[in-house]
């Protein structure tokens, strides 16, 4: 298969422009601040029900008497 030297020239530009960029990241990927990907009320949900229900067992296993 052969390449018109027009046609190879552009991708050999193309190349050369991509390894001067190499190592620069744009700001507008690089994460600025505290973004959670979830919400503060539903990770105090989460919070909640997971202390909610081992303090729930804590008390059900100490009024059973023990292994039960």
Same mark, same amino acid.
């Given at each position: 298969?052969?390449?018109?030297?027009?046609? !190879?020239?552009?991708? /050999?530009?193309k190349?050369?422009?991509? $390894?001067?960029?190499?190592?620069?990241?744009?700001?507008t990927? &690089?994460?600025?601040?505290?973004?959670?990907?979830? +919400?503060? $009320?539903?990770l +105090?949900?989460?919070?909640?029900? &997971? $202390? +909610?229900? %081992?303090l729930?067992? $804590? /008390?059900?296993? !100490?009024t %059973?008497g023990?292994? !039960?």
């Amino acid at each position: 298969m052969t390449t018109s030297k027009r046609l !190879a020239d552009r991708k /050999i530009e193309k190349f050369d422009k991509n $390894i001067t960029k190499r190592g620069f990241v744009p700001e507008t990927t &690089v994460k600025k601040g505290k973004d959670y990907p979830v +919400g503060p $009320i539903l990770l +105090g949900f989460f919070v909640f029900v &997971v $202390i +909610g229900s %081992s303090l729930f067992q $804590i /008390i059900r296993t !100490a009024t %059973s008497g023990g292994m !039960a």
